[in-house]
């Protein structure tokens, strides 16, 4: 079965510091997509990256960063310098195919909150 | 360009009460999904549509809840009769079914925050 498991449901940290959210997933298929997401105050929520299982390259985008490690079935997301409108909830989720190959549904961690105070 | 557009954006009701959510998906997004998102948790699919027809509605409680996207375009959740347990937001997302098959990211709307009293 699938899940995802985000075991940090709070973190705080203080403006500029680099915080690491960890995700931690479960599935049977080899071919599978792993996404992140943040979800601000607003409720509204915001895609960040969808990368598939195929590709363990880590990806940064400004001061973003993710490392994917299949061995470890994990898909941590580090931000750099954190700033404070940085605050929001945030998601990992998994994807497995569908029998054409397609993007399945999406099965969403319970998120990790985090807090970057000035 | 417009993201997804829900509303209303909160509503409260007393239970066994019917409610309905309105959405309208970004445009040319041929495939819509429903989901309900509990406190401190991540959101879970109700109901997944592609263009009119819903394939996948099997975490959807049947017994009170019903979707319909007539025209594959918008769409209407509705819940009838509410029961307290149903106080959640519910969120709608679209995405692209390409013609190679493949799917773009979901995109979200706001929400809907529903109170059930």
């Known amino acids: 079965a699938q899940k995802v498991t985000q075991a940090q449901t709070e973190i705080s940290v203080v403006e500029k510091e680099d915080v690491t959210l960890d995700c931690v997933y479960e599935t049977r298929d080899t071919t599978y997509y792993l996404f992140w997401y943040k979800q601000p105050p607003s409720g509204e929520l915001v895609f960040l990256i969808r990368?598939?299982?195929?590709?363990?390259q880590n990806e940064i985008s400004g001061r973003y960063s993710w490392n994917f490690q299949k061995s470890t079935s994990s898909f941590n997301f580090t931000i750099t310098a954190s700033q404070v409108v940085d605050s929001a909830v945030y998601f990992c989720?998994?994807?497995?195919?569908?029998?054409?190959?397609?993007?399945?549904?999406?099965?969403f961690g319970k998120g990790t909150k985090l807090s970057v105070k000035p | 360009e417009a993201g997804v557009v829900q509303s209303p954006r909160y509503k409260i009701i007393e239970k066994k009460q019917p409610v309905a959510f309105w959405c309208n998906p970004i445009s040319g997004h041929n495939t819509l999904y429903w989901y309900r998102q509990n406190l401190g948790q991540g959101p879970e699919l109700l109901i997944r549509y592609e263009n009119e027809e819903a394939v996948d509605d099997s975490q959807l409680p049947k017994d009170r809840f019903s979707a319909e996207r007539l025209k594959g375009v918008d769409s209407t959740l509705k819940i009838q009769p509410a029961e307290l347990g149903d106080s959640a937001v519910y969120l709608c997302?679209?995405?692209?079914?390409?013609?190679?098959?493949?799917?773009?990211?979901?995109?979200f709307g706001p929400g809907t925050r529903l109170t059930v009293l």
């Open positions: 989720a998994l994807s497995e195919t569908n029998y054409g190959g397609s993007q399945g549904n999406l099965i």
């Open positions: 990368r598939n299982s195929f590709d363990e």
């Open positions: 997302a679209s995405s692209l079914r390409r013609t190679s098959g493949s799917l773009s990211e979901q995109f």
